[in-house]
């Protein structure tokens, strides 16, 4: 549901075509393509056993060109050209199309388009006369105004190897194509790869390629230390490779790495090895794959880059926390599909070992009964207008600067990376909570890193678990909310902390709270930052989570204050917890006072937990340690 018309994803995807500056449609089709259909065999740099492939189209009655760069394959002969289009809908009049280095037509063949595979024989081979490039590929002629997709690999582009455009005359054999028509695959928004794959004989410089996707990594770190780093990896070429040598540049320093490792053809692989980083400074590494099974990479001028900063003992420390702050509606018809978007950010952010807080504000589209002031009151700090929607740690996500977006899960391992790489500027060490006449305070202190100084604010929020909704429209059957913020202890804002040293320290004032809430699902979150105010509204940087926490409602988290004297005798095995005696319910926390599980079922990894059982003495408080 949108409030205005702007949408933030667009930050993302930017999805302008320049050759006819018209506005591309995305689709997205999730059958198994080409694993059903079996891509016959041949040279593409697309990814044969995809299992979802996006497509594009400009939704208009055009023609649609793809094509994949080959050279080096003098002598060799193209028999076929297949093709995969992710939603086309009808069958349409194509061709097979061969373009020079000028791009200019050498070979075109009519011949039907269809939807999802396509097989291409050319009556005639093709014999290639030069080591000069080659454009292989089809055009499909849009007879009605609907979009005509190309089929693409998600997002893993190979820019210099495939190519899309859109004009409006059919092509003949002689005639150059504009060169317009090889600038529309921006390089900068990754659209994806074209499932394009030709049938050529007898070219031995198709057999060893390879293209570097990425360099995936977490470089700020202390000095000298070994780094542990990811290649990602794409066989294009037409054997396995099992031999990799790449150049690692750490500024000037040269590292070279050599691998033995099976990736097979056709396939992305994830290729481990250690970067050395050096003693201070900052700088750039950066990665080429520059021999495949012995012999040059085609591909070696490729290169993959990421900042590296190395951090003083006592500085900024690599991020251990995020925040995650939902926004909703019961009025928003969207919101139940996106539930599972969100879920898996937190899953993924857990997997990647960071701590997750979540806020779930009804706020951004709709007020209903779960919407509070304080939520609303930080939508334009955030650029929220719309819901569903979601912050990440407050951090500018595009080039608009705002920091919500669209719930779209094919983009959770890049938020996943991109918070690795956010500094951390201080950890809450304790959340004390005082109850007096109906209402609670809570003191909450912890430590700063050194060289930050600015004025520290933090913002507590009350929320509550598995609240079951009251109206929820787009939800069939019963809908459950999680982590609905139900009041603010600070300012929406935030309050000024009282910072002594590296030390830091604020105690927000008694507030009375709902009794009839349900005390066993609710939680306190904390977000540290700096201050909030008309002067930093549109300065999005300023508002990022410098660290957040999050304690279970009534649970101390300081060690000194945890009681082993009446609780049940509770034992490890193996990582499950085994607890003696007559025993109503345990809930299991980490140090910080975020919940675990429930579950005497769950295996718990190493670690020192807070074990609250619920016997009928009493409830109970203890320590355990699992190791």
């Given at each position: 549901m949108i409030k205005k018309f702007y949408f933030t994803l667009a930050l993302f995807m930017g999805i302008i075509l320049a050759a006819t500056a018209q506005t591309v449609n995305m689709s997205k089709s999730t059958t198994p393509i080409a694993k059903a259909d079996g891509i016959a065999v041949g040279f593409g740099y697309g990814d044969r056993y995809a299992t979802e492939l996006l497509g594009i189209g400009n939704g208009k009655a055009t023609i649609l060109t793809a094509f994949n760069r080959v050279e080096n394959i003098k002598g060799a002969t193209l028999k076929h050209v297949d093709a995969v289009l992710a939603a086309s809908y009808t069958d349409e009049d194509g061709a097979v199309v061969v373009l020079d280095k000028d791009m200019k037509v050498v070979y075109i063949e009519k011949k039907t388009i269809g939807m999802r595979y396509n097989h291409l024989e050319l009556s005639t081979p093709y014999q290639f006369e030069t080591n000069d490039p080659y454009y292989i590929g089809y055009l499909v002629h849009s007879t009605v105004q609907a979009a005509y997709p190309l089929g693409f690999d998600k997002k893993e582009c190979i820019k210099e190897g495939s190519y899309i455009g859109i004009h409006a005359a059919m092509p003949e054999q002689g005639t150059s194509l504009s060169q317009d028509v090889f600038n529309t695959l921006d390089k900068k928004k990754n659209f994806g790869t074209l499932m394009i794959f030709a049938g050529i004989e007898n070219a031995p410089a198709l057999e060893n390629m390879a293209y570097l996707l990425e360099l995936d990594g977490v470089f700020n770190t202390t000095a000298n230390q070994n780094v542990n780093a990811i290649a990602r990896i794409r066989n294009i070429g037409l054997k396995n490779l099992t031999s990799e040598e790449l150049d690692v540049m750490v500024d000037a320093d040269l590292q070279k790495v050599k691998k033995e490792v099976l990736i097979e053809q056709g396939k992305t692989f994830e290729l481990p090895f250690t970067v050395s980083m050096p003693a201070d400074g900052t700088g750039t590494v950066t990665l080429k794959l520059t021999k495949i099974n012995g012999v040059d990479n085609p591909y070696a001028g490729i290169s993959a880059a990421k900042v590296y900063l190395i951090l003083a003992e006592n500085g900024p420390f690599p991020r251990e926390t995020v925040l995650i702050e939902h926004f909703t509606t019961e009025k928003c018809s969207?919101?139940?599909?996106?539930?599972?978007?969100?879920?898996?950010?937190?899953?993924?952010?857990?997997?990647?070992?960071?701590?997750?807080?979540?806020?779930?504000?009804?706020?951004?589209?709709?007020?209903?009964?779960?919407?509070?002031?304080?939520?609303?009151?930080?939508?334009?700090?955030?650029?929220?207008?719309?819901?569903?929607?979601?912050?990440?740690?407050?951090?500018?996500?595009?080039?608009?600067?705002?920091?919500?977006?669209?719930?779209?899960?094919?983009?959770?391992?890049?938020?996943?990376?991109?918070?690795?790489?956010?500094?951390?500027?201080?950890?809450?060490?304790?959340?004390?909570?005082?109850?007096?006449?109906?209402?609670?305070?809570?003191?909450?202190?912890?430590?700063?890193?050194?060289?930050f100084d600015d004025d520290l604010y933090l913002t507590a929020v009350v929320t509550e678990d598995n609240l079951a909704a009251i109206k929820q429209a787009g939800a069939k059957g019963d809908f459950i909310h999680h982590d609905v913020a139900r009041m603010f202890l600070s300012s929406a804002y935030g309050d000024k902390a009282t910072v002594n040293g590296n030390q830091f320290e604020i105690t927000f004032p008694a507030k009375e709270y709902d009794k009839t809430w349900k005390q066993e699902n609710m939680k306190i979150v904390v977000l540290g930052h700096r201050v909030l105010d008309t002067t930093t509204q549109t300065d999005y940087e300023q508002h990022n989570v410098l660290f957040s926490s999050n304690v279970a409602w009534n649970m101390a988290t300081g060690i000194d204050e945890i009681n082993n004297e009446q609780a049940p005798a509770v034992t490890v095995r193996d990582g499950y917890l085994h607890v003696n005696g007559h025993v109503g319910t345990v809930e299991i926390y980490n140090m910080d006072g975020s919940f675990v599980t429930n579950s005497l079922a769950q295996r718990l990894q190493q670690g020192i937990y807070i074990v609250k059982t619920e016997t009928t003495d009493g409830k109970h408080t203890s320590k355990i340690v699992v190791r």
């Open positions: 969207n919101c139940p599909a996106a539930e599972p978007s969100f879920q898996s950010y937190i899953d993924a952010f857990t997997k990647a070992g960071l701590k997750v807080s979540v806020i779930e504000h009804h706020a951004g589209f709709q007020t209903d009964a779960f919407t509070i002031k304080p939520s609303e009151d930080i939508l334009d700090y955030l650029g929220v207008s719309f819901a569903p929607a979601a912050a990440l740690n407050r951090i500018q996500l595009g080039d608009n600067g705002e920091c919500a977006f669209f719930p779209r899960i094919e983009y959770t391992e890049d938020f996943r990376k991109m918070l690795k790489d956010q500094l951390e500027y201080g950890r809450v060490e304790k959340i004390e909570q005082s109850f007096a006449d109906g209402k609670v305070t809570v003191k909450v202190s912890g430590s700063l890193v050194n060289g």
